[in-house]
């Protein structure tokens, strides 16, 4: 059923160098994520960065160093609008400003299992 359902476009930040985190952080929150939610597209929740962490698990990769951030949208329609009408300017801004070459970017959407 496409188009229908609350849909989770999930970016995964890995910022290289540790020593820019904090920079980086200030970034999302104070400029990039108020850029995003100022699109009028995103719905109550949207965001938040999370960091990752293993949790015990035996994998001994530190994690420090890898960001979450969920942005929900009403439907994959209004997701494809939001990615057609404002993803391009805000790709560019955040990569003209050298995080393009500070982070390494992975996004994926989540559809919510009724």
Sequence with gaps: MEGE???????????KDPTKIPEWIKFMKHEHIPEVENT??????????FQK?????????????VFEINYFFQDEDTLNE????????LKEHYEKLGWGEETILTREVLLLVD
């Design 5 to 15: 359902g609350l849909i989770t476009y999930r970016v995964t930040a890995v910022v």
């Design 40 to 49: 009028g597209y995103l719905e109550e929740g949207s965001g938040e960065i």
């Design 53 to 65: 962490n293993n949790f015990g698990n035996e994998s001994s990769e530190n994690l420090g160093n």
């Design 82 to 89: 939001y990615r057609t009408t404002h993803g391009h300017w």
